[in-house]
């Protein structure tokens, strides 16, 4: 998608519906990712979690970015999660075309 | 509902839709403050088969300002759970309904009620498991509603709070004529003033009554009454009009989850995110008619503290330029004020900041933090209930009433018009003259200044809840009203 018509077209929201389980320190790994290494977004040194680590997140989570600022918003429960992550912006994108 | 319907998203979430504010002091117990938020505009007695109810997925919330900075100091929410006894009929009772808790009623409401104090964080659960009345249906379904809405009043204590509450259905508490008003500013009483846009064959030419919209109208309420240390920041009663903690600013707000995805074959959507707020209401009729379409929406959206953004529209309102066009040398000080460079200070200092010492005799109710301007119903906790009460509240010489905090019978469809007509423009600019019929022009919907009934249109309790029982289903039946001329 390029940068000019997603700023026609405006944000893109994502749902994942089905239930997964807790992915194990995913707060942490979200605040980290908040102040991430340049590029990847990935935490240096972390590997990335499978979505088999996510059992016992409860419900489903919907994740919508609005820009192209490398932030998402997570919407979870009854909480929202800001995250600065361009790859995972990228790959939302990438699979959202 | 000096406020229904009067943004354009907003007018399709009738259940997050605030249509009024009030804040006095009880008449019946004047060391408590009454509290009412009312939501779910224009309801109709009769309807069924979904009668209204709160939105479970709705967050509620009164909320106070203590400081004048526009932000809750305290808030009050509540949040609603149904449950449906028996899902296999489509049946709202089964039965009569006597009680709350019986089977018969297949779809009960109940809330939570929490305390919040910001400062602090701490919240207080004030009571759980409340349950709201049913919907008044019929002598068949509710026999008894009186007993009904009597049982739903609870009293709370809990964490050092104590007071009563009730969150359900009542009859409509605001009166206004909407289908003349919004048919191009039509004034029924004065209609033959209007320069009805050069069209002939209008109907229009002659004095004609009011017409109470409302009447036969129902609307979700939740009232709270508290006394009054327990909303002042001094956490004490103030010791007079004049007392640092004497006034506080009121507004509701109605707030829903961030995401909410429709799923294909999946019968409710999926909720999800942090709440956002989507209503708010302070003072009658901003929304409604000061702020503009496009800006309406935005308002919505924001917190009082957010409104210096919105300061054109108070200091020269667009309704108050009309009036003159509209009434044709009904209003020539106000035409000739209007030509000039128009500063509406006296609506500024009524809907954003309150009116400070000095301009009102014996009376302010200022409650604003330097550079701050918020719509807030700013209520002088200090002024006592009035013992003869006048609906035209301030500019009436009442104290007691609208803009100092809201009672239900407060004309303040005709209080506001006459303020945006120049009659309360001679408090901030000596040098300007009222023109007599800023004074006279009204809605024509009560038999004058001291008339607490609307003509007998409307039914208010003397004490808690307030607002009168909820109009039948069976009773009301159809509406069916046609003016001719």
Redesign the interface.
């Known amino acids: 998608m390029s940068r000019r018509r997603f700023l026609r077209t405006g944000s893109v929201?994502m749902?994942a519906?089905a239930v997964v389980g807790a992915v194990p320190g995913l707060p942490s790994l979200l605040g980290e990712a908040e102040s991430e290494a340049p590029g990847s977004g990935a935490v240096a040194g972390a590997a990335s979690p499978a979505l088999s680590d996510a059992a016992g997140l409860e419900?489903?989570?919907?994740a919508?970015v609005s820009d192209l600022s490398g932030q998402v918003?997570l919407?979870?429960?009854?909480?929202?999660i800001v995250v600065r992550d361009p790859a995972l912006v990228a790959r939302l994108l990438a699979a959202a075309r | 509902m000096s406020s229904h319907r009067e943004a354009p998203q907003i007018s399709k979430d009738p259940v997050a839709d605030s249509t009024d504010v009030y804040a006095f002091v009880s008449p019946w117990a004047p060391s408590t403050v009454t509290l009412i938020a009312n939501y779910i505009p224009l309801q109709l007695a009769d309807g069924g088969p979904n009668f209204y109810e709160f939105g479970d997925d709705v967050l509620y919330e009164i909320h106070i300002d203590q400081t004048g900075d526009g932000t809750p100091d305290v808030s009050f929410q509540f949040q609603f759970t149904t449950t449906t006894v028996d899902p296999s009929t489509f049946l709202y009772n089964t039965g009569p309904i006597t009680s709350l808790t019986d089977s018969t009623w297949n779809r009960k409401q109940s809330y939570t009620l929490t305390r919040v104090d910001h400062a602090s964080g701490a919240t207080t659960t004030l009571g759980s498991g409340l349950l709201c009345p049913p919907c008044n249906i019929g002598r068949l379904s509710t026999p008894d509603y009186h007993a009904l809405g009597a049982a739903a009043v609870h009293r709370f204590s809990a964490g050092g709070y104590s007071g009563q509450v009730f969150a359900g259905q009542r009859q409509e508490g605001f009166y206004v004529d909407l289908g003349a008003v919004f048919d191009l500013g039509i004034l029924r009483p004065f209609e033959q003033d209007h320069n009805m846009f050069g069209l002939k064959n209008t109907g229009l030419g002659r004095m004609a009554a009011g017409i109470n919209s409302t009447h036969f109208l129902n609307v979700h309420s939740l009232a709270l009454e508290v006394p009054i240390e327990q909303v002042t920041k001094s956490g004490g009663r103030p010791s007079s009009v004049s007392a640092s903690d004497a006034v506080i600013g009121v507004w509701t707000t109605a707030s829903r989850r961030a995401s909410i995805v429709n799923i294909a074959g999946q019968g409710k959507p999926t909720e999800t995110g942090a709440y956002v707020q989507v209503s708010r209401l302070g003072n009658p009729l901003v929304n409604e008619v000061l702020i503009g379409l496009g800006d309406k929406d935005t308002w919505n959206h924001l917190p009082p503290s957010s409104d210096k953004q919105f300061l054109s529209y108070f200091s020269n309102p667009g309704l108050a330029q009309l009036l003159p066009t509209l009434y044709p040398g009904v209003f020539p000080n106000l035409a000739k004020y209007n030509a000039g460079k128009p500063d509406r200070a006296d609506l500024v200092a009524i809907l954003l900041t309150g009116l400070p010492s000095g301009v009102v005799p014996g009376f302010q109710n200022e409650l604003a933090a330097s550079g701050v301007y918020a719509d807030e119903l700013r209520l002088n906790l200090a002024v006592p209930p009035a013992k003869k009460p006048s609906n035209l509240g301030l500019v009436g010489g009442d104290a007691a009433g609208f803009p100092n905090g809201r009672r239900v019978f407060d004309d303040v469809a005709t209080i506001e018009l006459r303020a945006l007509a120049g009659a309360t423009l001679p408090l901030v600019d000596k040098s300007y003259k009222a023109d007599a019929a800023a004074g006279e022009v009204s809605f024509g919907l009560t038999d004058g200044p001291t008339d607490l009934r609307a003509k007998g249109t409307e039914y208010y309790n003397d004490g808690f809840p307030v607002l009168g029982m909820p109009l039948s289903g069976f009773e009301v039946g159809p509406i069916s009203r046609v003016v001719g001329h």
Do not use: M
């Open positions: 929201t749902a519906a419900g489903p989570v919907t919508h918003s919407f979870v429960q009854d909480r929202t």
